[in-house]
C-alpha cells in the first residue's frame, strides 16, 4: 500500500542563545488512507513541532534543515510556496491545541469556518458558502447551527469552539488531517465527546488522522498505529496492539506504566512513574537519550547512536535492549531513577 503521507527523516532546529536546538531528529513514519496514527510522548518531545513542520509552519525562528515530506508522492518540503498555499486547508488541514486562541474573537465562526472555501474555491459564493458551513456544523455537533452561525467565539463553551475548528478544518474535505492535542484544557466529558466525534469523522470520510497526545488511553482507543517520541525522536514505532502488548523500547514501557488497569487481574497495581525529567535539548546526554532515566540503562547506552531498526515485523526501536524487555514482558525491573541523573527539565 502507497502511503498517502510519507515523513522520512524530517529535522528542524531552533536557533537559541544557548545553542542551535533540534527539536525534531530524523523523524520518519507514514500516514495512509483512513488510518488514525498516533503520535505520543511527554510535553516537549517534539510531537506539536512534527505537526507545524508538515505544513511548514514552524515558528518563525524555526527551520526545516533535513528530510522529506511526501504527500501523494509530491515532496512537501520542495513545493513553492504559492503552491503550498494551495495543499494548506485544502488537502491537508490541521486541528490546533487551543481553540479559543486559535478563532479570531472580532469575527463570526461562520465566517472563519467559510473563509478557507472562498480561498480554495469549494463555495461559489458567500450564500452558498453560508449553507455550507451550516451543514458543517450540523455535521459536528453544534445545535442550531442556523443560529449561531452568526455567534462571536465568546459565546460559545470551550467545546463549542473545539467544534468550530473542527468544522473548519473539515471546510475543504481535506484528505488529511493533523490533529494536535485536540482535547486541550476541555473536561473529561467533553474530551470524550470531541475524540467520538473525530473518530466517528474519520471513519465516515476515510480520513488520514495523525493525532498528536500524551494520553495512552486515547491512542489504546482510538489508533491503529503509534510512534512514541522521545527528545525530538521517534524510538519506538509499530501497531497500537504490538505497543500495548510488547513495548520494546523502555520508554514506551514507562509510559504504560503510568496508565491505570481496569483489569481486575492486576488487582492492586500501582502505577510506576518515570524517574526524572526529559533532557535538556541545548546539552542532551551523549548515547541513547533516555538512558539517565532508564532502569535498562548500561554502559553502552552510554555512547554511540542509537537509530529506529525493525526488531519485528511492522515493529521498530531504538533500544539494544529491545529482546530482553519483550522476554520480560514489557515490565521494567523495578529500579529507581535518582532525579540529579535525570538531566534538564523541559515541560
Not at 470551550?158 to 476541555?186: H, K, S, W, Y
Not at 533532557?279 to 541513547?288: F, I, M, S, T
Request: hydrophobic share 40%.
Amino acid at each position: 500500500m502507497n502511503a498517502l503521507l510519507d515523513v522520512r527523516n524530517l529535522t528542524t532546529r531552533i536557533p537559541t542563545r544557548n545553542g542551535i536546538l533540534t527539536i525534531v531528529n530524523d523523524v520518519g513514519f507514514t500516514l495512509n488512507e483512513g488510518e488514525c496514527f498516533g503520535l505520543v510522548g511527554e510535553s516537549g518531545s517534539g510531537k506539536s513541532m512534527v505537526c507545524r513542520s508538515i505544513l511548514r509552519l514552524p515558528p518563525t525562528s524555526a527551520a526545516l534543515t533535513g528530510g522529506q515530506i511526501l504527500f501523494d508522492g509530491v515532496d512537501l518540503v520542495s513545493l513553492p510556496e504559492r503552491e503550498l498555499n494551495g495543499l494548506r486547508g485544502r488537502q491537508i488541514a490541521m486541528i490546533v491545541q487551543d481553540a479559543i486562541a486559535a478563532l479570531n474573537p472580532v469575527l463570526p465562526v461562520g465566517r472563519q469556518v467559510a473563509e478557507a472555501m472562498l480561498e480554495h474555491g469549494i463555495a461559489t459564493s458567500r450564500a452558498d458558502a453560508r449553507e455550507r458551513v451550516i451543514a458543517l456544523m450540523r455535521k459536528v455537533g453544534i445545535p442550531s447551527p442556523e443560529a449561531r452561525i452568526d455567534n462571536y467565539p465568546y459565546e460559545f463553551s470551550g467545546g463549542m469552539c473545539q467544534r468550530v475548528v473542527i468544522a473548519a478544518a473539515l471546510a475543504c474535505n481535506p484528505r488529511v488531517i493533523l490533529a494536535d492535542e485536540p482535547t486541550t484544557a476541555l473536561d473529561v466529558t467533553i474530551q470524550d465527546q470531541i475524540l467520538k466525534l473525530l473518530v466517528e469523522l474519520q471513519k465516515d470520510l476515510r480520513l488520514a488522522v495523525l493525532l498528536v497526545t500524551h494520553d495512552m488511553g486515547v491512542v489504546a482507543q482510538n489508533c491503529q498505529r503509534v510512534g512514541v517520541m522521545y527528545s525530538g525522536h521517534i524510538v519506538e514505532l509499530a501497531t497500537t496492539q504490538d505497543i500495548f502488548s510488547q513495548p520494546r523500547h523502555p520508554y514506551t514501557a514507562g509510559l504504560l506504566s503510568c496508565v491505570p488497569s481496569i483489569d481486575p487481574e492486576d488487582g492492586e497495581r500501582r502505577l510506576q512513574p518515570i524517574a526524572g525529567s526529559p533532557p535538556d535539548l541545548a546539552d542532551p546526554p551523549q548515547g541513547c537519550r533516555f538512558h539517565p532515566r532508564c532502569p535498562m540503562a548500561d554502559t553502552q547506552c552510554r555512547s554511540g547512536a542509537f537509530p529506529l531498526r525493525e526488531v519485528a515485523p511492522g515493529h521498530f526501536s531504538a533500544c539494544i535492549h529491545h529482546e530482553s524487555l519483550a522476554r520480560a514482558g514489557g515490565i521494567l525491573p523495578a529500579t529507581t531513577v535518582p532525579a540529579a541523573q535525570a538531566g534538564g527539565g523541559a515541560s
